[in-house]
C-alpha cells in the first residue's frame, strides 16, 4: 500500500492514479446552511451530490466493475452522500468489506467529523490512512452562522449549542486520527462575508493539532440552502486566504469539489456508464404485488370509484423513493411509491405500488388517492398545491420531508417530533406546476 498514491492527497498522483467514491451514507447528522443536497443531477460536480445510494453489498458489486474498467484506481472513499458516521454502520460494513477484497486499496473517508470518536480505533485497524474532516469554524459564534442545526443520537441541538458540540468533537476527532497515524485533511468552506476573515485562525488551529493539510474551498452557490444569496469567492480572494494559511499548514489547490459517487481521474468529467452501472446496481429488480388492483375511474364525475366494501384500515405509510433509502422523490414524478406498513414492531415495507401515469389532471391525482386509501400518510420531498388538496380532502395525511426513510418512518411510529426534518421550501426545477404533467 503506497499511502503516496492518493490523488487527493498528493497532486503529483491525480494523472496517474483514480479514486471511487462509494455512496452508502444517505443520512447526515447536521444542516449547513450552505448545503441543499439534491440528488440525480449529473451536471452537478459537488460534495453531498449522488446519483445513487447503494448498500454495503451492491457498493461491492459497483467497485468491481469501476476497478475492472480503471485498474489504476487506488482508493477507495466513503463521502456521503450525508455523513459516514450518521451511517456507521453501512459504512464500517463497507470498508470491512472492501479491506477483505481489495487489501492493497487506500481506503478513506470524509466526515463533518461529530460521531467519528467512536469509531477511531475500528477505522486504524481497517488501516483507512486518510480521513478528511471539515471544519468550517474554530470559534463558536462564527459556527452559529454556518450551521442550522446539529443532531447527536436523538437529541437535536439549535446553532449555539449545536455549534459548540461540533467544534468540540472535530477537535477531538483530528487530534484522534493524529494519535492512531492517520493522514489528516481539514476541508473548510469559504463563505463570502461569513468564515472567509476566519480561515487563518482555522488554519493555525489545524496546525496545532498537527492536520497534514488544508484544503480552503470556494462556496459552491446552492438554490434552495439558508445561504444561497452569497457568490462563489474570486479566485483571487481564494489565492490570497491560501497564502495566509500557507504560513501554518500546506493546502490543497488541486481539489476538484467531488460528487459523493465521483469515479475515476480527479481532472475526468462524470463517467456517465459508470453512472448507469450505479444506479442498475442501487436499483435491482423492483418486487411488485402479484396483482395489481385496477383504478375505476368516472370522467362525468371527474373522481375515482372503487368496489363498495368497507373501507381498508390506514395503517400504512407512502413513500416517494428514488433508491428506496431517503425520502428524495417529488410526487409528480413518482411511477412508484414504496409502501411501509406500521403495523408492526419496526415499520416493514410490504410493496411497491405502481401510480397512474401522467396526463388526465385532477384525474390522476384522485386516482393516486385511490391507490393510497390504505395509507393515513405520504411521504414526499415535494407535491404541487392542487394534488395536495385533493389527496388531503381524500384522508390522506401528507409530510414534505429529507432525510432517511426508517429514521422518519420510526419517528412516525413513537410520535416523535420531525420538525427539524420537514422541507422548508420545494428547490425542483419548477417544471411541476401541479397539473399532473410530471418533472420531465
Not at 361 to 378: E, S
Request: glycine share 8%.
Amino acid at each position: 500500500m503506497n499511502i503516496d498514491n492518493h490523488p487527493c492527497f498528493n497532486p503529483k498522483a491525480c494523472k496517474d492514479f483514480g479514486r471511487v467514491h462509494l455512496p452508502v451514507a444517505p443520512a447526515c447528522n447536521i444542516q449547513c446552511n450552505f448545503c441543499n443536497r439534491k440528488f440525480d443531477c449529473v451536471n452537478e460536480s459537488r460534495p453531498g451530490v449522488s446519483s445513487s445510494v447503494l448498500s454495503p453489498d451492491r457498493a461491492m458489486a459497483y467497485l468491481d466493475e469501476v476497478v475492472e474498467a480503471g485498474p489504476n484506481t487506488s482508493v477507495v472513499g466513503i463521502a456521503g452522500p450525508g455523513d459516514p458516521f450518521a451511517n456507521p454502520v453501512r459504512t464500517m460494513t463497507t470498508l470491512k468489506k472492501v479491506r477483505s477484497a481489495y487489501p492493497g486499496m487506500l481506503l478513506c473517508v470524509a466526515s463533518n467529523g461529530l460521531n467519528i470518536g467512536p469509531w477511531l480505533d475500528e477505522l486504524a485497524l481497517l488501516r483507512v490512512s486518510h480521513v478528511s474532516i471539515t471544519v468550517n469554524a474554530v470559534d463558536p459564534r462564527i459556527g452559529e452562522k454556518v450551521y442550522s442545526w446539529v443532531r447527536d443520537k436523538k437529541k437535536t441541538l439549535g446553532p449555539e449549542p449545536g455549534t459548540r458540540l461540533l467544534l468540540e468533537r472535530q477537535i477531538e476527532a483530528v487530534a484522534g486520527l493524529k494519535e492512531r497515524g492517520i493522514i489528516v485533511k481539514v476541508n473548510t468552506i469559504v463563505l463570502p462575508g461569513i468564515n472567509d476573515h476566519h480561515v487563518e485562525a482555522v488554519a493555525a488551529k489545524m496546525a496545532d493539532l498537527d492536520a497534514d493539510i488544508l484544503n480552503c474551498m470556494p462556496y459552491f452557490p446552492n438554490e434552495g440552502a439558508n445561504l444561497s444569496r452569497l457568490e462563489e469567492p474570486p479566485s483571487g480572494v481564494m489565492k490570497a486566504l491560501r497564502k495566509k494559511a500557507r504560513a501554518h499548514i500546506p493546502q490543497m489547490t488541486h481539489c476538484k469539489r467531488c460528487r459523493a459517487d465521483a469515479a475515476g481521474l480527479l481532472d475526468e468529467p462524470p463517467d456517465l456508464h459508470l453512472m448507469d452501472r450505479l444506479k442498475h446496481h442501487a436499483n435491482g429488480p423492483v418486487p411488485f404485488p402479484a396483482k395489481e388492483q385496477p383504478l375505476s375511474v368516472t370522467p362525468e364525475a371527474g373522481s375515482v370509484s372503487s368496489p363498495k366494501a368497507a373501507a381498508p384500515r390506514r395503517s400504512c405509510v407512502a413513500v416517494a423513493t428514488r433508491e428506496g433509502v431517503l425520502v428524495n422523490q417529488h410526487l409528480g414524478e413518482a411511477r412508484y411509491l414504496s409502501i411501509y406498513d406500521l403495523g408492526h414492531d419496526t415499520p416493514v415495507m410490504v410493496e411497491k405500488r405502481r401510480l397512474p401515469g401522467p396526463g388526465g389532471q385532477d384525474l390522476r391525482w384522485y386516482g393516486v388517492a385511490n391507490a393510497l386509501k390504505d395509507c393515513h400518510t405520504l411521504l414526499v420531498s415535494g407535491i404541487g398545491q392542487r394534488p395536495k388538496k385533493i389527496l388531503i380532502k381524500e384522508g390522506t395525511k401528507i409530510l414534505e420531508v429529507s432525510g432517511m426513510i426508517d429514521i422518519i418512518l420510526g419517528a412516525l411510529k413513537n410520535n416523535e417530533d420531525i420538525s427539524h426534518l420537514m422541507v422548508r421550501e420545494h428547490t425542483g426545477c419548477g417544471g411541476c406546476k401541479g397539473t399532473a404533467a410530471g418533472c420531465m
